[in-house]
């Protein structure tokens, strides 16, 4: 447990409709340093070894409801390793 401003959230932004409601595109799933981006967030540390074992144990994907490419995994844990 660890105070709110010392950890980083990962967000999934909201899933874009057209005008009948039927989703156009899935919602972006990405770093919010600022924690104030619309969407569900997920929290973790700020040391990749966190990272890395919320990855392995799929936290992020339970949290977000959502499977997430490998692609943005690795994009997320290099900009918490350029912290």
Same mark, same amino acid.
């Given at each position: 447990m660890k105070p709110k401003r010392e950890l980083i959230r990962v #967000?999934?932004?909201p899933d874009r409709k057209d005008e009948n409601g039927s989703v156009i595109a899935g919602g972006e799933?990405?770093?919010d340093l600022t924690?104030? /981006?619309a969407g569900r967030g997920a929290y #973790?540390?700020?040391n990749p070894q966190c990272f !890395?074992?919320?990855r392995r144990a799929r936290r992020f994907e339970r949290s977000l409801s959502c499977k997430i490419p490998d !692609? #943005?995994?690795d994009?997320? /844990?290099s900009?918490? !390793?350029g912290l």
């Open positions: #967000v999934k932004s799933i990405l770093l924690g104030k /981006k #973790v540390c700020s !890395e074992l919320a !692609e #943005v995994y994009k997320m /844990k900009q918490i !390793e």
